[in-house]
């Protein structure tokens, strides 16, 4: 039976994971900053009998995830799922909200990952998910700290990748497009950034094209995630990335298929969205 820990499980993908796994018989340390956020994944637990474990963890702390990790004990496989974004233009985003995403979203995971690898390697087993988004393959406006972050968790992980193979650790990339999750509601906002600004009115006008996208206008059920996490852990025939979501599979598709030039035409013709 394997011992999975995952990140960031008071809300969304984590939590829905978190339930997956422990339902396919996994031990879960469901893992989050306030624990008493995690009364959903309690019940569960008692009322299904499944082996869910809730810790406290901070991804953005050193000494938390090391008591984390170690109170787990044998991890078989790490999920890095913690993260959270900032809205608005490149312009009026400040260097500390910046950073913040950087804290949580890359070395929040490198944290993790030193913490978890060395047992890995001694073993010559494990397995890392790396939550990353679309917007790791394609960086919209007005999310381009979010996707910045995502693009060098893409970067870490296709390096890592390579490096752990050779100890018998597999790592996978996955990539979600639009959910309903409340992760759209709880990102940041940059300070800056109000209805003053000059970009207003074209952010307004992106965000109303791109709800026209398949699988944008009604989000899909997050649920779709958990069960791709879960399902690429246990893949016979393994990729390094993963994208999940309709919208996530069309747009990632085309950008990996044309050059930046064909990318760009195409996406503002689907999306009718001419400067």
């Keep these: 039976m394997a ?9 969304g993908f984590g939590k829905l994971a978190a339930l997956h796994f422990a339902r396919k018989g996994a031990t879960v340390y469901a893992t989050m900053r306030d624990t008493s956020k995690g009364s959903d994944l309690l019940e569960a637990k008692e009322t299904e009998g499944l082996a869910i474990e809730l810790l406290e963890l901070d991804v953005t702390d050193d000494a938390s ?6 109170e787990a004990g044998q991890i078989d496989v790490l999920v890095n799922n913690a993260g959270f974004g900032t809205h608005g233009p490149i312009e009026e985003t400040d260097d500390d909200e910046a ?49 910045a972050s ?13 490096e752990v193979h050779p100890f018998g650790i597999r790592v996978v990339l996955i990539e979600p497009g639009a959910f309903a999750t409340s992760f759209r509601n709880s990102r ?10 000059p970009y207003a009115e074209l952010d307004q006008r992106f965000d109303e094209a791109l709800s026209k996208l398949p699988g944008r206008a009604e989000r899909a059920d997050p649920q779709l995630v958990a069960e791709k996490v879960y399902d690429a852990v246990n893949d016979p025939e393994p990729k390094m990335r993963y994208l999940v979501g309709q919208d996530a599979e069309m747009i990632g598709a085309l950008r990996h298929q044309m050059d930046d030039q064909q990318f760009e035409h195409t996406v ?3 999306l009718d969205f001419w400067d």
């Design 3 to 11: 011992t999975v820990l995952i990140t960031g499980c008071s809300t």
């Design 65 to 70: 995830v090391k008591e984390a990790v170690a």
């Design 99 to 147: 950073k913040a995403v950087f804290e949580t979203n890359v070395f929040g995971v490198l944290r993790m990952l030193r913490a978890v690898l060395p047992h890995m390697r001694e073993r010559k087993a494990g397995t890392v998910v790396n939550v990353s988004s679309l917007a790791g393959v394609v960086a919209p406006p007005f999310e381009g700290i979010y996707a």
């Design 150 to 162: 995502k693009w060098a968790l893409e970067a870490l992980t296709e390096a890592l990748h390579y």
């Design 188 to 197: 940041g906002e940059a300070r800056r950034y109000g209805e003053g600004s």
């Design 268 to 270: 503002r013709q689907a």
